[in-house]
């Protein structure tokens, strides 16, 4: 049952090793931090948006500036084109007219055009063809065709189409970019959470510093209703701080001297004094954004396969193009009809909504997850998590509360009193990080006994500890000690529940000296969210060290699908493999340093860890609350989130299945879309992507 807590503080991602997938793509998935970077264009139309940052502001700012400049030098090219003043009903001619229509239009191709044209070679070099090898082949091919008409080909010029394609595929691109910073800039809320002045305490009394400038071990004041600057130990003062925020706790909590403070939380109406032990990198909250970055960044299968089905769009698009133009100069059309048909097919099916459709959803989720308590760091496992159909709970600190209060202390020998028999068990303990030391040390305390020293420590793995105080040797361990040993138990008082407590044995010199029962409560939020993932039809485990008593009026009480008791820390693993060797998607919960096994042998791994041991290495998702209640919480979040890109990527693919024939002239002379009208469809449809993206909420 015992573990030691190792603080972990990277996030590497899942070793793939141990996985026993059944889905023999789902190995390869685990590499977190693959930025995939063929699939990424330099000018911003980035496929993750936590590549943006700096590159992005400067983007978005140079096409709006491209755009209007464009935008104003397509007045005079649309006055001047002979098709507008045919249309209208105007004449405006005079000698090299057509000479002057050129040279606007090629401002506009190479100056609008620029970021395509350097997205296309981009992408060539990748191997990569996609939206700017469309949009820059359907521009070129207009304008080369365009400025042969001005210079003799017999034809006629659509510099006025070329003008208006380059101006709205530049606004489209715009609106995409702000929405993309848009995800980004949820992340940038997570770093704002910090003040910028911090009041430090130093020997000649109290003063403002920046906060780059704190030190780990500053003691500095907080006052009421200020943020709290970085990670640290209260010191002096008590208030309620709302840490919410971070760990989706909406309840304050009461912070007292030697409590752990979260940076970014919220003071309440005390003043804290407080030293400091986690500053920039180092700090909770630093470690959350790199998560929320390397899981936005990470590419899960869905994600993947958008980037396929973009990539097939764009050869289909090419090749539907060159079909359409010589189909229609077979027909007998001139030419400059059968290359607007082409440049419109090109424009139309543009694979932006593709582009957009899934990786804005990541970065949403991921975000929003994050200010709920849910820190994804394995993408394709938080989109599995739909298919969840069992949930195995670690019991300790996930269902119950996790603090073992001491209930009773029965000596067992003539002549040691209970106060000494607390002392030894303190003594031995003391050097343990599992809850049952921590209870047993909590109750010396409140007993304000001395806490003896111990040598010798010596952690028995499932059993319990041994070590020598004041010459003598002594072991507190449970029964599991005694069949290791092949000793016999010392019989139990009748008057221990032993269904609910937890017994220790404490044994001086190898001779039994008492016993200390201790109890553990269950968390107020358990039967409901059992409750819930019933209704879901998921069956829930539960999966103990504990004995079968304790398991059993634990599982009963919770009306959970069954129990599994006594488990050391090396079978837990087992138990899962069992599980999905038997066809179930599994879900292990557990507080993540003995359940790493578990953790990532499970097709979820969920790691609950109040507060700042976010270290569990080997969990997928994070949730930094202990409420069983966030677990349903995740995966209705998960569903939510898988519907939204199953919706983008129908929609962006649907648009084009109907845009191309209507593009192609399938419907000539009936109707015939433009390639600006293209274009605009184009844009139209990348927007509807990215507010779909948006309506993601948290329940």
Known sequence: MEHQHHHHEGHSPKESTPHQHPDPHAATDHSMKEHDHSQMHHHGMSADPSTYDEHAGHHTTDFLKRFWICLALTVPVLLLSKMIQHWAGFDISFAGDQYLLFAFGTIIFFYGGWPFLTGLVNELKHRNPGMMTLVAVAITTAYLYSSAVVFGLKGMDFFWELATLIVIMLLGHWLEMRSQMAASNALESLVKLLPSVVHLRTDQGEKDIPLDQLKN???IIVKPGEKIPADGLVTGGSSYVNESMLT?????VKKEKNEKLIGGSINGDGVLTVRVTGTGSDSYLNKVIDMVKSAQGAKSRTQNLAGKVAKWLTIVSISVGLITFIIWL?????LAFALERMVTVMVTSCPHALGVAIPLVVAISTTLSATHGLLIRNRTAFENSRLLNLIIFDKTGTLTKGSHEVQQ??????GISDIELLQYTAAVQQSSEHHIAKGIIRKLNEKNLELWSSSNFEYMQGMGVSGTVKGKKVVAAGPNYFTHHQLT?????SGIDQSTDTIIFVLIDDQPAGIITLADSIRETAP???????????KTYLLTGDNEKVAEAVSKK?????FIANVLPHQKQEKVKAFQDQGYIVAMTGDGVNDAPALAQADVGIAVGSGTDVAAETADIILVDSDPKDVVQLINFGKATYRKMVQNLLWAAGYNIIAIPLAAGV???NFMLSPAMGAVLMSVSTIVVAINAKLLRVK
């Not at 989706?248 to 304050?252: F, I, L, W």
């Not at 077979?330 to 001139?334: H, I, L, R, S, V």
């Open 248 to 252: 989706g706790e909406s309840v304050p």
């Open 667 to 669: 419907l000539y002379p």
């Open 330 to 334: 077979f027909a007998g059309k001139e």
């Open 217 to 219: 071990n500053d003691t």
């Open 489 to 493: 138990m010392p019989s139990i008082p």
């Open 528 to 538: 409901e969210a059992i409750a819930d993932l019933q209704k879901m039809g998921i």
């Open 409 to 414: 202390i029965i000596p067992l020998q003539q």
């Open 558 to 562: 919770l009306k959970m699908d069954g």
